[in-house]
């Protein structure tokens, strides 16, 4: 019997934090390009394709557009769309595709011209004149004028009243990842940053500081997926896909059941399942860092630790480079690169530490990893456990 | 704007000019919007006692048919944060301003901005009771404002 074990051989990023010369489909291209040329399978070869789109601005991105631009002959597609957090979602789909026979290899990109769209005065609509109009479950938000930071930032406010988390806290995950950003040269800001500087930094949304947000960025990424089998041949050691699970507890955020409990709390449980491992085993966390508070509401959710400690948690230390779970080894969204949808990202600088090619930003003896994407407002969550051993 | 000035519940006050966003009423929203330019908040309630907002075709508990109930109006800050940023038109020109989650005291949430309040006084659990300002005929909006002389902390 071959072996059919899901991997993910190739990993392609296109040209961050700030790349003028790119559109957002331009960054898809470039990415594949990168990530067959990382693994070195053929174009041709590839069968199965997933795109969440939604990164084009100008240009349209969608999968069925996107299959066509690049030329994929596939037999598996899949357009899933959960916000930031799609790409869980996509190695999930992935996975099982592979798993089932449905597909061999499989092609998954996404690409973002966000920062330099908007520096070309594109996509800016809020400035314009004339009221505009909103349908379905929008219509009951936009006339109260909330903002994306606002939407976190009523989740951090109940965790501070039901657990007496602190900015402090929230600050020191942002701490934690710019000093690691300090590593990755392309990250978009690498200067040390300290608690007094997020807390002292401008409140956005209160209690979100400048500081506790991500950074806007450009830039794209592609991942192949493939069997255990034909991964044998290729130039890369496969990672292998150990768990994969994603769950939705609502869209928008007024819809939100619980403002501290996420879907983590659910898809978590199910991803360990599979991988038959704890939080315990986890040697590096790569999590969607929209704002300081997801991470919190991750960690927590996916039983790092318990619910309402998290605060008490990161002030411990874990997720320092010096922890014993660093925490977005490339600087993450609040320091490196966020165009908009960054949860390729995570999965892309997972299999970076699990094949020990992060450089001085290595974790040691990084042997499972855990990757995930918080989508729309904490609405959508996926939860991805990678390792560098063979599952069985 | 004129949302943030007094007038009795039940009454529905006139925006002197409204520019900010509008609702796109469709065949499920209607009667809402329409029943909060007449001073009344709707939600929904299913033949099995379960309530919820925002306004659906299908109970999203059960799957049968909501019917409208009144509500009554009051209920308490769920969360809330305080927009201090914001680019958009009209909004950049009234910051900063709270955006809150009303948790009704039918037990349903909605989205909404507190008025009649310093910022630095709004306080998660603080009861509140709704105000409606007139939008455009036919469209009332639900605003919120602290109930007076009640507490202000839970």
Redesign the interface.
């Known amino acids: 019997m071959p072996d059919r074990a899901p991997v993910i051989v190739g990993t392609g990023l296109s040209d961050y934090p700030q790349a003028p010369h790119l559109d957002g489909v331009q960054h898809h291209a470039q990415a594949m390009q990168r990530a067959l040329a990382d693994c070195g399978v053929p174009k041709d070869e590839i069968d199965g394709y997933l795109d969440a789109g939604g990164g084009g601005g100008m240009m349209i991105d969608d999968a069925v557009t996107m299959a066509e631009y690049l030329g994929i002959d596939h037999r598996y597609i899949d357009g899933t769309m959960t916000g930031g957090s799609s790409f869980e979602f996509h190695v999930q789909h992935a996975a099982a595709a592979i798993r089932q026979g449905l597909c061999d290899t499989v092609l998954i990109t996404y690409g973002s011209d966000q920062l330099s769209r908007m520096g070309r005065g594109l996509g800016t609509g809020g400035l314009g004149r004339g009221v505009k109009r909103f349908g379905g479950p929008a219509q009951y938000e936009a006339p109260f004028g909330n903002s994306l930071v606002g939407s976190y930032a009523m989740a951090a406010q109940r965790h501070m009243h039901e657990f007496g988390t602190t900015s402090e806290q929230l600050a020191e995950i942002a701490v934690g990842v710019r000093e690691l950003a300090g590593l990755n040269p392309d990250a978009m800001y690498r200067d040390p940053i300290t608690v007094d500087d997020v807390v002292g930094s401008r409140l956005i949304a209160d209690p979100l500081h400048k500081l506790d947000c991500c950074v806007i960025s450009d830039g794209g990424g592609a991942l192949v997926m493939t069997t255990a089998e034909r991964a044998r041949d290729l130039r890369q050691p496969p990672v292998y896909v150990l768990g994969a699970a994603g769950a939705q507890t609502h869209w928008n955020i007024s819809q939100m059941p619980d403002f501290t409990d996420t879907a983590a709390s659910r898809c978590g449980p199910v991803a360990f399942g599979q991988a038959g491992l704890t939080p315990a085993d986890i040697d590096t966390i790569q999590f969607y860092d929209s704002f300081t508070i997801t991470v919190l509401l991750l960690l927590e959710g996916l039983g790092f630790c318990g619910r309402g400690e998290g605060g008490a948690f990161v002030k411990e230390g874990h997720l320092r480079r010096s922890g014993d779970l660093p925490l977005n080894t490339d600087g993450g969204g609040l320091s490196s690169s966020h165009p908009g949808m960054r949860g390729i990202f995570l999965l892309i600088e997972a299999v970076r530490q699990l094949r020990g090619q992060a450089g001085a930003a290595q974790v040691p003896d990084c042997e499972v990893a855990l990757a995930c994407g918080s989508g729309g407002w904490l609405s959508c969550i996926g939860a991805v456990i990678l390792g560098r051993d063979h599952p069985s | 704007m004129s949302q943030t000035g007094g007038g009795a519940a039940g009454a529905t006050q006139p925006a002197e000019q409204?520019?900010?966003?509008?609702?796109?009423?469709?065949n499920v929203?209607k009667p809402f919007w329409e029943a909060a330019s007449r001073g009344e908040l709707l939600i929904q309630r299913c033949p099995s006692g379960h309530r919820q907002?925002?306004p659906r075709a299908v109970c999203r508990v059960c799957g049968s048919d909501p019917e409208w109930e009144r509500a009554s109006g009051r209920g308490t800050v769920?969360?809330?944060?305080?927009?201090?940023?914001?680019?958009?038109?009209p909004?950049r020109d009234?910051l900063p301003?709270v955006?809150?989650?009303v948790e009704l005291d039918e037990g349903v949430?909605?989205?909404?901005?507190i008025t009649d309040c310093a910022i630095d006084q709004v306080r998660?659990g603080m009861p509140v009771e709704v105000h409606m300002v007139q939008?455009e005929p036919g469209v009332g909006?639900p605003f919120w404002r602290p109930v007076a002389g009640e507490g202000r902390e839970s």
Not at chain 2, 78 to 89: E, G, S
Not at chain 2, 109 to 113: A, Q, S
């Open positions: 409204w520019e900010r966003p509008l609702p796109r009423p469709d929203s907002f925002y769920h969360t809330f944060t305080v927009i201090r940023q914001n680019h958009a038109r909004f009234e301003y955006v809150a989650m949430r909605m989205m909404g901005n998660i939008a909006v």
